[in-house]
């Protein structure tokens, strides 16, 4: 390990990974050991456009004995690299070595148990993972998903035919920009030069993300696919999103108390596909960040964040039983559809 940009008591370790048609390809694991160490872990993966730079949330876990990691997956923040396409993919499995990596690293530190928590693409990006490794040397032990990119924000026709063309029609032009940007609404409810509290790194968490291209669409989109068919996760599973989206593209202030990423029904209704150990819990007031949120809903999401964690990870339960599934808590999201 060596020093982080976040300074002490922040490390880092770069892994090296195998070459891609863009030449090297590295990824870097953050870490910050607990100073009472209880052989527990938990390995944050960020979202699209994004990096670890949430040093509140490690405080967290540390204050509980965890040992927190966090992962910036190839071609992402610390392992962005000069001749790279930031946030580049073609397959999500393409983040499988990586984390496998990661995972034998946190288990060779010592740990016996492994929290994932995944945040929007992150959150998807592990849920693959998790189902793809049950059962192996590397298998994780819970999943935490802070408002997870299970769906794209679009109306029916958009997200589903016309987004199915558009990859098609680009299939042998990967790399070719099909969106410039993102709204940088939510980017403004979130930074401190703006409407927010938080100082991050522009040129690696730009307010309007970057250029979505064809090759990193058709990932998502068939990694959302996957999931909606249904995976077969049998780790205790924590879905937290927020109860409203907003949904304009301008900036108005209820964006400061909801999502303005995603549209967070999408989590609702496809959260029963991770497996038979879910619990929903929707924050009032979240933004899709839920991390990033105001200090209420952000010590509401801590409350239930430790309420799951007593259940699932201590040896005397002080929540749900731990052996049963946890349904969601409003009647509301009971009625999941079937099929899209």
């Known amino acids: 390990m060596q020093p982080d940009i976040l300074g002490p008591p922040y490390e880092q370790q770069v892994i090296e990974l195998d070459p891609d048609d863009e030449g090297p390809v590295v990824a870097t694991l953050v870490r910050r050991r607990a100073d009472r160490p209880a052989g527990r872990a938990v390995l944050y993966l960020h979202g699209f456009g994004d990096y670890f730079f949430q040093t509140h949330l490690a405080d967290h876990f540390i204050h509980d004995g965890w040992d927190f990691y966090a992962l910036d997956l190839r071609k992402y923040g610390r392992s962005l690299l000069p001749h790279q396409t930031p946030n580049f993919c073609r397959d999500i499995s393409e983040y499988f070595p990586e984390l496998d990596a990661a995972a034998r690293i946190i288990r060779r530190d010592g740990n016996e148990t492994l929290l994932v928590n995944g945040h929007s693409t992150g959150g998807l990006i592990a849920a693959i993972w998790s189902d793809a490794r049950a059962g192996q040397d590397v298998a994780l032990d819970g999943l935490f998903l802070n408002s997870p990119f299970f769906d794209l924000n679009l109306p029916w026709l958009l997200r589903r ?127 899709h960040d839920l991390t990033l949120s105001g200090k209420p809903a952000r010590d509401q999401l801590f409350s239930e964040l430790d309420r799951w964690l007593r259940a699932y990870f201590t040896s005397e339960p002080t929540g749900p039983d731990p052996g049963q599934p946890v349904a969601a808590e409003r009647p509301e999201n009971r009625g999941i559809p079937q099929t899209d």
């Open 161 to 287: 035919p016309l987004a199915a063309a558009v990859c098609r029609l680009n299939a042998r032009t990967p790399y070719r920009v099909v969106q410039t940007g993102l709204s940088s609404v939510y980017g403004q409810s979130v930074h401190d030069s703006y409407q927010g509290e938080w100082n991050f790194d522009l040129d690696w968490k730009p307010l309007a993300g970057f250029p979505v291209r064809a090759g990193w669409l058709n990932a998502i989109r068939q990694a959302q696919r996957r999931l909606r068919h249904g995976l077969r996760i049998t780790v205790p599973v924590l879905l937290a999103c927020s109860t409203r989206s907003f949904r304009s593209r301008r900036w108005h202030d209820a964006a400061t108390l909801a999502d303005a990423v995603l549209d967070v029904e999408h989590m609702v209704r496809w959260a029963p596909r991770l497996g038979r150990h879910v619990t929903l819990v929707r924050i009032d007031g979240g933004l």
